[in-house]
């Protein structure tokens, strides 16, 4: 088959130990991302399967129109907000989502987190600079930690910070409160207790039509002035702009962020803000998450290219012709 994987921005793919499991197939890997339809058409122009990097490029159904050898998708991850799976499965392209691990966003987040508490990145900087000792960090211990989504990673957060001796408060919906209470953690009363008695609030829920822009402005601005709201999920949880303008008003009064609207991000507002750390969506990058997601796409495709594919989305789309 000819398969390509688009936005491999480190060139990491090829070095991974799964990598040989499409050798005999012919691969292209590119490491930028386009975003001109045209442009983006006349690159996958030959290809049969494609291997999507979670949500770097999306799949229309206008760039479905230009791909007609296009016979499979092979998702990193199950999420799936970027492509077009009703126009996939109409043109009778297969798509299949993987799995992954919750341990490296959930690391990332608790790094991002303790780095915005102590001003980690401002004192390196000016450490470098030959200056010492800036600011006057933040501790954990008896604070509150907010967390909104009690899932696989929002679970494996809130562990962290009872092991750091933060007292820990649940919002989400109604499954996300029992497993909280279950785990022994406290759940709040709405969304807007648990934005006002947060210390630290981390964001964990899965972007969909009904979350996008559940986080409101009118949530932050009722956080404390003192107070760090953590996003490693996806930017559109947040109401558009709005987290700009609580910064600049001071509520809350910092942001840890590694998600953005639109990736790859080469300017934005937060990142003129003294009151914002941003990493560049590191969440899942890292060597054994890699090998996790790349593994299970490339067996996805190994299956479907044997004829019996496996962790189909759209199984419909197996029946039908472009």
């Known amino acids: 088959m000819y398969i390509t994987i688009p936005?491999?921005?480190?060139?990491?793919?090829?070095?991974?130990?799964?990598?040989?499991?499409?050798?005999?197939?012919?691969?292209?890997?590119?490491?930028?991302?386009?975003?001109?339809?045209?442009?983006?058409?006349d690159r996958l122009r030959e290809t049969e399967a494609l291997v999507l990097i979670r949500e770097r490029t999306a799949i229309?159904?206008?760039?479905?129109?230009?791909?007609?050898?296009?016979?499979?998708?092979s998702q990193t991850g199950r999420g799936i907000p970027h492509i077009d799976l009703a126009a996939c499965t109409r043109r009778g392209v297969v798509v299949s989502g993987g799995g992954g691990s919750p341990y490296s966003t959930a690391e990332l987040t608790w790094a991002l987190t303790l780095a915005a508490a102590r001003h980690l990145p401002q004192e390196?900087?000016?450490?470098?600079?030959?200056?010492?000792?800036?600011t006057l960090g933040i501790g954990f211990h008896g604070r509150t930690l907010g967390i909104f989504g009690y899932g696989k990673i929002g679970s494996l957060v809130a562990e962290y910070g009872r092991a750091f001796g933060m007292k820990i408060l649940i919002w989400g919906r109604e499954r996300?409160?029992?497993?909280?209470?279950?785990?022994g953690f406290e759940t709040a009363v709405s969304q807007r207790d648990l934005f006002e008695r947060s210390d630290v609030l981390s964001l964990h829920i899965k972007l969909s039509n009904e979350t996008r822009g559940i986080v409101t402005l009118a949530d932050l601005t009722a956080m404390k002035p003192t107070s760090i709201l953590v996003n490693t999920s996806r930017a559109d949880l947040i109401e558009r702009e709005a987290l700009v303008t609580a910064l600049r008003a001071g509520r809350p009064g910092y942001a840890a962020v590694d998600v953005y609207e639109s990736?790859?991000?080469?300017?934005?507002?937060?990142?003129h803000m003294d009151n914002a750390l941003c990493t560049p969506h590191l969440g899942y990058v890292e060597k054994d998450s890699y090998e996790l997601y790349f593994d299970a796409v490339f067996e996805q495709i190994l299956a479907y290219a044997a004829g019996h594919p496996i962790n189909i989305l759209n199984p419909e789309a197996l029946t039908r012709g472009s």
């Open 7 to 41: 936005d491999d921005y480190q060139d990491a793919v090829r070095h991974l130990d799964c990598f040989h499991k499409l050798d005999g197939h012919q691969v292209r890997i590119y490491n930028d991302t386009i975003k001109d339809i045209g442009a983006l058409a």
């Open 60 to 73: 229309t159904e206008t760039l479905l129109e230009r791909l007609p050898k296009l016979r499979f998708i």
């Open 124 to 134: 390196i900087a000016n450490m470098k600079a030959g200056r010492w000792q800036h």
């Open 176 to 183: 996300s409160l029992a497993e909280g209470r279950a785990a």
């Open 263 to 271: 990736e790859p991000v080469y300017d934005h507002p937060l990142l």
